[in-house]
């Protein structure tokens, strides 16, 4: 069955720790996103890759970083400089960027509480 | 930059008919999504509009207007597990923007 995963389901960590969530599709998917999203804001773009080894920041890329070295992972760093990590953290991929067929298709999400 | 708006709560009744919209303003249109997401859970598409009219699916239809800037998500034969997020999104150029969800109540 092609699908996202997303690992672990919940994460704690200590604040001023580094944490990292990971993102796996076997879609054949050239495009992966990361969102957050947080109660009564809607999803809010994070960072985006179009192709491997390719990543482009979005609209709060702020205390995140990725890599994408492989066509199936796009794993996020949640660095101790982000001020406000508590979130649910959503990783989508789609075929491309653009076109009529490019719709984004969603994994199960990952809600990091940093305490 | 790019604005979209929705209703933050509805509420409706098993069986009924609801209409979820969805105004926006963007630089640029290349299509509009909508999502439905129950809570804590992740999205699941339910509709693409990129021309003008109306797209059925099932009990769910969606409507696009493009020079008004406008969509609704028609949802008929509502059930109790129709209750959920329902995100609307534009695509100005490449990646989609969302909107905050509308969460809908749907009570017996």
């Known amino acids: 069955d092609g699908g996202i995963t997303q690992s672990p389901k919940y994460l704690f960590r200590k604040e001023g720790q580094n944490v990292t969530l990971s993102c796996e599709q076997n879609?054949?998917?050239?495009?992966m996103y990361w969102y957050r999203q947080d109660p009564g804001q809607g999803l809010r773009l994070i960072y985006y890759s179009q192709i491997v080894n390719d990543f482009q920041k979005g609209d709060i890329a702020e205390g995140y970083s990725v890599s994408r070295e492989k066509k199936e992972s796009f794993p996020l760093t949640v660095t101790s400089a982000q001020k406000n990590p508590t979130a649910f953290y959503l990783c989508?991929?789609?075929?491309?960027?653009?076109?009529?067929?490019?719709?984004?298709?969603f994994g199960p999400g990952t809600r990091l509480t940093v305490l | 930059g790019q604005n979209i708006d929705q209703p933050t709560e509805m509420t409706a009744t098993e069986g009924a008919i609801v209409q979820i919209n969805c105004t926006y303003q963007?630089?640029?249109?290349?299509?509009l999504f909508w999502y439905q997401q129950h809570a804590g859970e992740a999205p699941t598409f339910l509709s693409y509009n990129v021309l003008d009219g109306l797209e059925e699916k099932g009990r769910f239809s969606s409507f696009l207007s493009r020079s008004k800037g406008y969509s609704y998500l028609l949802l008929k034969e509502l059930q109790m597990k129709d209750s959920a997020s329902y995100l609307c999104?534009?695509?100005?150029?490449?990646?989609?923007?969302f909107g905050r969800g509308t969460s809908l109540i749907v009570h017996p």
């Open positions: 989508a991929s789609s075929r491309g960027l653009a076109g009529v067929t490019d719709t984004q298709y």
């Open positions: 963007t630089s640029g249109f290349n299509g």
């Open positions: 999104a534009v695509r100005g150029s490449y990646i989609p923007t």
């Open positions: 879609l054949n998917h050239d495009a």
